[in-house]
């Protein structure tokens, strides 16, 4: 392998510009050199060159976690210059692009193709591999979360190596689905996806009781069913949410649901205040303010309901300071070994704290609540779990830490955070 190449690719530099944050501010460190390799060899080159010379690696994405997931001391790598669709498998109904690929990049490669993503989130700016890989869903009672449509991908090891892992290696494509970056750098990724379609999506105001007297129905009925439960007026502001007052079922203007609802049609696209209909990946995306803090954890659906009310109580009751809303949305389960919805399909319940307050005694009043239901974390918001949480709620986290040994016996892709989850 030739290295003498990307040595002007790696930058080690002074403190002051050695700091990286994630997007929200609330995660940070200090690298020893940084890469933004351009093509997959000089990517193996680096990740070879920086493990020979004792450095961990971690791999950016588009820093959109709120955990420690993307933090390191040692090589700091963005796949911001490997970014495209490299081939588009019509009859197969499935798409190859580079790990750097943005979600809203992608998109609109597919819309072009007569193509879309199965399932999407609300927010499409990260880079697929950081997203997909650490567990990111949209909301639908039968779709599986975003990684449940990777067919295929390619892995550098610490040697700078190349595994190829596809429906041939099982194993190592359901531990590679949620891998957060700890068995390799990804350097391509193959999606199975499906023709295009077209959402009609609808949104308005209801009752916090009215909503959960129709939430198995409307979960049943509709392709997309999500709300997010506003405890105050205020609480939609938080996160830039329509003002449906207008339209909405309820006058009331506290503890009421933003519901949101898409089905595939065929009607002619048109938009109205707080009606649309849109190709698919149009009508997902909500524009954030990154200004809150996120936890999210997957409830099994069939303690979904109670676990809402005992939050919202908790909310009302013990932390009435807490005015960012709870959203909550549905996914199917799937074989991913480290997947929040692993054999279970589930309901994620997620909910925020305000930048700059301490709101780490409701954060983790939350998290004894919802793991009290079985529930399992977003790897990308925050969560509370140790090592021997992770043995206890993921049947196959032991299978998975045994081959992340296999592949990493050093560690090289670990940090702090990660060692103590998966060492």
């Known amino acids: 392998m030739n290295t003498s190449s990307h040595n002007m690719h790696i930058n080690?530099?002074?403190?002051?510009?050695?700091?990286?944050?994630?997007?929200?501010?609330?995660?940070?460190?200090?690298?020893?050199?940084?890469?933004?390799?351009?093509?997959?060899?000089?990517?193996?080159?680096?990740?070879?060159?920086?493990?020979?010379?004792?450095?961990?690696?971690?791999?950016?994405?588009?820093?959109?976690s709120f955990t420690p997931v993307a933090l390191t001391s040692g090589l700091h790598l963005t796949l911001s210059n490997m970014q495209g669709v490299r081939h588009i498998d019509h009859a197969n109904l499935r798409v190859t692009a580079a790990a750097g690929t943005t979600i809203n990049q992608l998109v609109r490669v597919l819309k072009a193709e007569g193509l879309s993503m199965i399932n999407q989130g609300d927010i499409d700016s990260q880079a697929l591999a950081g997203a997909l890989t650490t567990g990111t869903h949209g909301t639908g009672l039968t779709l599986g979360n975003m990684a449940s449509s990777i067919v295929g991908m390619r892995l550098v090891q610490p040697n700078g190596e190349i595994i190829v892992v596809d429906e041939s290696t099982p194993d190592l494509l359901q531990a590679g689905r949620v891998s957060l970056g700890v068995l390799g750098a990804i350097s391509e990724i193959t999606l199975q996806v499906t023709n295009s379609f077209n959402l009609h999506e609808r949104i308005w105001r209801e009752d916090f009781?009215?909503?959960?007297?129709?939430?198995?129905?409307?979960?049943?009925?509709?392709?997309?069913?999500?709300?997010?439960?506003?405890?105050?007026?205020?609480?939609?502001?938080?996160?830039?949410?329509?003002?449906?007052?207008?339209?909405?079922?309820?006058?009331?203007?506290t503890d009421v649901c933003e519901?949101?609802?898409?089905?595939?049609?065929?009607?002619?696209?048109?938009?109205?205040?707080?009606?649309?209909?849109?190709?698919?990946?149009?009508?997902?995306?909500?524009?954030?303010?990154?200004?809150?803090?996120?936890?999210?954890?997957?409830?099994?659906?069939?303690?979904?309901?109670?676990?809402?009310?005992?939050?919202?109580?908790?909310?009302?009751?013990?932390?009435?300071?807490?005015?960012?809303?709870?959203?909550?949305?549905?996914?199917?389960?799937?074989?991913a070994w480290m997947s929040p919805f692993f054999e279970q399909d589930s309901v994620t319940i997620s909910v925020s704290g305000e930048p700059g307050t301490d709101y780490w005694d409701y954060l983790r009043s939350v998290d004894r609540i919802l793991r009290s239901y079985g529930a399992r974390p977003h790897w990308g918001k925050m969560h509370f779990l140790t090592g021997d949480d992770v043995t206890s709620i993921y049947p196959r986290a032991n299978d998975f830490r045994n081959l992340r040994r296999k592949l990493d016996p050093q560690g090289f892709y670990l940090n702090d955070h990660l060692s103590a989850l998966f060492k």
């Open 12 to 64: 080690e530099f002074g403190l002051e510009d050695a700091h990286w944050r994630n997007w929200v501010g609330n995660q940070s460190c200090v690298r020893a050199a940084r890469g933004a390799p351009a093509s997959e060899d000089e990517l193996c080159s680096m990740i070879s060159d920086a493990t020979g010379k004792g450095l961990n690696v971690r791999v950016a994405g588009s820093g959109h």
């Open 209 to 253: 009781e009215s909503v959960m007297e129709k939430h198995d129905e409307m979960a049943k009925k509709h392709r997309h069913f999500s709300f997010f439960w506003c405890p105050y007026e205020q609480s939609r502001h938080c996160y830039c949410l329509p003002d449906t007052s207008a339209t909405s079922k309820t006058g009331r203007t």
């Open 259 to 335: 519901v949101k609802v898409m089905d595939i049609t065929d009607r002619p696209i048109f938009e109205s205040e707080f009606e649309k209909v849109a190709y698919s990946s149009d009508a997902y995306p909500i524009e954030y303010v990154p200004n809150f803090h996120e936890l999210e954890y997957a409830v099994p659906i069939a303690h979904a309901k109670d676990a809402l009310r005992a939050v919202r109580k908790l909310m009302l009751e013990d932390f009435p300071e807490a005015i960012y809303p709870i959203e909550y949305r549905f996914t199917a389960g799937d074989g």
